[in-house]
T-cell receptor, first 112, second 117 residues
Framework: DTAVSQTPKYLVTQMGNDKSIKCEQN?????MYWYKQDSKKFLKIMFS???????INETVPNRFSPKSPDKAHLNLHINSLELGDSAVYFC???????????FGSGTRLTVV | AQSVTQLDSQVPVFEEAPVELRCNYS??????LFWYVQYPNQGLQLLLK??????LVKGINGFEAEFNKSQTSFHLRKPSVHISDTAEYFC???????????????FGAGTRLAVHP
């Protein structure tokens, strides 16, 4: 039933490792996003895909690579993890013309 | 570029008192406005949104917000809060691209509402 689902919910890993977060939406939305919430709760967009095409790529280190195999899925792969990557990562989806964004429950990434 | 300012980082209030969380935005074009709530260790839940039409918008859990174009504000209100309303509240804006184009949601820094008994 879940509209936007992310896995895993928690991820603890060591510096230098590579990890992935998966996201799936069953709302039929055209556009998907990755947002990062830092320790001060500030939310900032990282990437956006529309129907498998990258349309927004904010200033994000190229260690972060999103991949969208189809319009219902958007995964985030992170190489060579650093301490500063520790945050909560939220996936979201919307119809292309805005009007409503649905968020997943988040993935809390802790790099030790 | 558009931006969102939430004027209070924390708002303490007693249970059953009214509350207003303030939000101002900056944009040179028409916008859509949203309020989201984040309960501790949870995701973001949409409280309400303004797209067009009536400037007074009613949302879930008894919240409402008023869009004021001249003051570029979208303040959130509730006449009587409960302990369970304790959470982080985010105001957000996105451009009105009804003519086409791609969009992103830009968030304010959040307001922590703490309801005390």
């Amino acid at each position: 039933d879940t509209a936007v689902s992310q896995t895993p919910k928690y991820l603890v890993t060591q510096m230098g490792n590579d990890k992935s977060i998966k996201c799936e939406q069953n709302l039929g939305h055209d556009t998907m996003y990755w947002y990062k919430q830092d320790s001060k709760k500030f939310l900032k967009i990282m990437f956006s895909y529309n129907n498998k095409e990258l349309i927004i790529n904010e200033t994000v280190p190229n260690r972060f690579s999103p991949k969208s195999p189809d319009k219902a899925h958007l995964n985030l792969h992170i190489n060579s993890l650093e301490l500063g990557d520790s945050a909560v990562y939220f996936c979201a989806s919307s119809q292309i013309l805005g009007g409503g964004y649905t968020f997943g429950s988040g993935t809390r990434l802790t790099v030790v | 570029a558009q931006s969102v300012t939430q004027l209070d980082s924390q708002v303490p209030v007693f249970e059953e008192a009214p509350v207003e969380l303030r939000c101002n935005y900056s944009s040179s074009v028409s916008v859509y406005l949203f309020w989201y709530v984040q309960y501790p260790n949870q995701g973001l839940q949409l409280l309400l949104k303004y797209l067009s039409g009536s400037t007074l918008v009613k949302g879930i859990n008894g919240f409402e917000a008023e869009f004021n174009k001249s003051q570029t504000s979208f303040h959130l209100r509730k006449p009587s809060v409960h302990i369970s309303d304790t959470a982080e509240y985010f105001c957000a804006v996105t451009l009105d691209l009804s003519g086409g184009g791609y969009n992103k949601l830009i968030f304010g820094a959040g307001t922590r509402l703490a309801v005390h008994p």
